[in-house]
């Protein structure tokens, strides 16, 4: 049975969000396959929301993007449903709380185990809200993915040490997006995460180029990377198979190197 | 279940970047709410800057009119800036000073909120900057201009509906970007706790004077007190001081925009269900899915498609009764109170007004009802103008 954690198995873990229905499920399908195959190791896969408050334009258009047109969560759970079988690496949904909620968290939940999900992360879920979810999540054999950020301070152990699957570290203030420099020490974070907990630690939010994929794999067990592929999704749109597999390839290597 | 619930409602559900800011607000709010200084330069703000305590009219006019009900004006349109949002914007800006922040950023619809806190920041010497949806930048460019001479800096959201609830997503994400020095003047009683807590503490300061007012001129308390709602900050500041004395009707109105059954209302009560949704639980307007359904009223400052948790607990309660009011319903009472009273309401509080008009005539003479005159309308008056086809020309 595939595992979060298999994405962490002796190497560094290259984790690639992409918005499910951007800009339609076909060609999401066919992304799925070419992250697979290009050597992603686990995929996030976005539910898109409304009203998604910690993105920046990027992630927010491409949700745009794929409720306009015509993606709903059922239509999602279909998809994954469907090519599950095919794909031997870890998935998780990242979505807003309502999403969820809306669905029937019961309801929502139960579908994902169905259809082999193995986590979700919920960004608008912190640590004292959890059990919103965690009774759900844990009935499903789901992880839910704690995040920490620069502020965390003092709330990074208690975090750490309840936190499932991996640790998602947000590198910098501010929302989702492409950031030329990260200035947060994550070395700093990882090590207090580390202290208290043997959770693999992935940094996420501004990471795009592989020089910075370097810089952070070397401080950490994986990094994740969104708003840098969704970019070219945005710019390509069905064409954008072969172009994200460039790219992705380019940081795969760095990660597995 | 986490902190700042009102019943099943409230709580904190907001990206982990924002934890400390708002447990450090807590925490000052916490100190200084029983704090003797901080609580006195908030009653001087209140009586020599705002123009507190507001008056508590009677409209005997409208109460001949209507022939029913004895009814009651509370005067939050003759606070400085216009609105009830000032009580607000100055105990807010108050707390981010005393927390050493220098900067204020808040979202705005009508742009009552946004003047409110431009014109405390101006004040206190802050920096700020305000986000409002470009559509409403565009119904309401007065107050865009108002804000501007205040020395704020208006971004216009172009995101989503363009309305109230995409100028609370950016405020948010601006918050997220920049904490350390910044605070989020939260314009209703909403968002994750102790905002709705915080917000509903400094409007109550309408009850508590209503409540002194009408013993003083009646001798006893009113039979029902009646309030616009969109997020619900005037009206849990007028409901406040009455939740515990059951026998005052507390009435919430909220906007039906061109009716409570076509897609184009804001009527949260009505048509929502519970959700999860700008750092609370609550009742939103949304689909099967949970994507929060876009929403219109012709009011920009009840186009909102959620309500306050408190709100959403005194409904589930049964507490105060929620009813929706159109588009035609509230401008036929903004233009009624205009002429029968010489008083022109704000749109949003025309929204309270329209439902006393129907009210008020279905009840015997010794009965009392106060309308929470949330803001002033001179704002509205170009809408207004659109809406019955007059063109204005500046």
Known sequence: MIKIKDAFDNKKAFIAFITAGDPDLETTEKLIYELVDKGVDLIEIGIPFSDPIAEGTVIQEADIRALASGTTTDKIFDLVGKIRPNVSIPLVFMTYCNVIFGYGTEKFTARCEEIGINGLIVPDVPFEEKEELRPFCQKHGLELISLVAPTSDDRIAKIAKNAEGFLYVVSSLGVTGVRSEIKTDIGEIVKSAKAVSDIPCAVGFGISTPEQAEKMCAQADGIIIGSAIVRIIAKYGRDSVAPVGEYVKSIAEVCHQ | ?394
Not at chain 2, 32 to 60: C, H, I, M, V, W
Not at chain 2, 294 to 306: F, K, N, R, W
Not at chain 2, 367 to 382: M, P, Q, T
């Open chain 2, 1 to 394: 279940m986490s902190k700042g619930r009102f019943g099943i409602h409230g709580g904190q559900y907001i990206p982990e970047t924002l934890m400390n800011a708002v447990s450090d607000l807590e925490k000052a709010y916490e100190y200084y709410k029983n704090d003797e200084q901080f609580n006195r330069e908030l009653t001087a703000l209140y009586n020599e800057y705002a123009g507190r305590p507001s008056l508590l009219y009677y409209a005997e006019k409208m109460t001949k009119d209507l022939g029913g009900a004895k009814i009651y004006l509370k005067r939050e349109d003759l606070n400085h800036t216009g609105s009830h949002k000032v009580n607000n914007a100055l105990g807010q800006a108050l707390l981010a000073k005393k927390m050493g922040k220098t900067r204020l950023i808040a979202e705005t619809g009508a742009g009552q909120h946004g003047v409110a806190t431009a014109t405390v920041a101006a004040l206190m010497g802050m920096e700020c900057e305000i986000f409002m949806g470009k559509t409403d930048t565009e119904r309401q460019a007065l107050n865009v201009y108002r804000m501007e001479l205040l020395g704020a800096k208006v971004h216009p959201v172009t995101s989503g509906t363009m309305t109230l609830k995409d100028a609370v997503n950016e405020t948010f994400r601006e918050w997220v970007s920049r904490i350390d020095d910044t605070h989020y003047v939260l314009g209703s009683v909403m968002g994750p706790h102790p905002f709705p807590t915080i917000v509903r503490d400094f409007q109550a300061v309408i009850s508590r004077e209503i409540k002194a007012q009408i013993l003083e001129k009646e001798g006893r308390l009113p039979d029902a007190v009646i309030a616009c709602v969109g997020g619900g900050s005037n009206a849990i500041g007028a409901f406040y001081h009455f939740i515990e004395d059951k026998d005052v009707r507390l009435i919430g109105c909220e906007a039906a925009g061109r009716g409570v059954d076509t897609p184009e209302n804001a009527a949260t009560m009505a048509n929502g269900r519970l959700g999860i949704f700008h750092g609370m639980k609550s009742y939103f307007c949304q689909d099967e899915f949970g994507q929060i359904a876009p929403v219109y009223s012709i009011s920009a400052g009840l186009d909102y498609p959620g309500i306050g948790p408190e709100h959403a607990n005194l409904k589930d309660i049964g507490r105060a009764e929620y009813v929706p009011v159109t588009d035609e319903e509230a401008v036929n009472a903004f233009e009624y109170l205009s002429r029968t009273e010489g008083i022109i309401p704000a749109i949003e509080s025309s929204h309270a007004v329209a439902h006393a008009l129907k009210m008020a005539p279905t009840l015997p003479k010794d009965k009392i009802v106060v309308i929470n005159i949330s803001g002033r309308g001179d704002k509205d008056v170009a809408a207004i103008a659109r809406y019955r086809g007059v063109d204005l020309h500046d």
